[in-house]
């Protein structure tokens, strides 16, 4: 099945609804209001369809497989981080040739800011494990020679068990240079 296009004018056409945030040639996203609308009465039990239809959605511009897309794609926002978002991500900023909904467009100042708290937390840790790993390597530079990885799953561990720790253990063993199957087997 090829994907289906939007015309400028459709684009502009859609941008008229207000759960839209912002259009493009080739995709659609929705305003947080909408997804959580969508969600209460999808679980409800009324099809992806009745939902956008009765919201002023055109199904026949939009088409059929965007109905599946949307519906997919709020219940897996939801899904994997508990909430949603304005458009796309939440860092979505609109290209030159995206038409947004200028109400929805702008998140609250306090979303932005919490959300740019988490990023600094996020990049101090990451900051705090490097260096950890590294001043840990240079004492034990034998264990570096050798690629000691019992000494590199230690950090791992370590940098765990600390109350603050928001990376997963995939992100620490990419960034130390280990399978994540040796650290789980190790």
Not at 19 to 27: A, K, L, W
Not at 44 to 57: A, M, N, T, V, Y
Request: positive net charge; glycine residues 6%; aromatic residues 12%.
């Amino acid at each position: 099945m090829s994907r289906k296009f939007l015309l400028r004018k459709q684009q502009q056409l859609l941008c008229q609804t207000p759960y839209i945030y912002s259009v493009t040639d080739t995709g659609i996203n929705l305003t947080k209001e909408f997804k959580e609308i969508f969600l209460k009465e999808y679980k409800s039990g009324i099809s992806p369809r009745k939902i956008l239809e009765d919201h002023g959605f055109d199904i026949d511009t939009i088409g059929e497989r965007r109905v599946w897309s949307i519906s997919n794609y709020i219940r897996i926002e939801f899904k994997k981080y508990g909430n949603f978002h304005e458009g796309y991500r939440s860092r979505a900023v609109p290209s030159s040739n995206t038409f947004s909904n200028s109400d929805s467009k702008s998140s609250s100042d306090a979303d932005k800011i919490k959300q740019l708290q988490q990023e600094v937390d996020y990049l101090k840790q990451k900051m705090e494990f490097l260096k950890n790993f590294l001043n840990q390597n240079y004492k034990e530079a034998g264990a570096l020679l050798m690629n000691d990885s019992p000494c590199i799953f230690e950090i791992i561990y370590n940098t765990m068990q600390q109350s603050h720790n928001t990376m997963s253990i995939k992100t620490l063993c990419a960034m130390a240079g280990v399978s994540r199957s040796g650290y789980t087997h190790g």
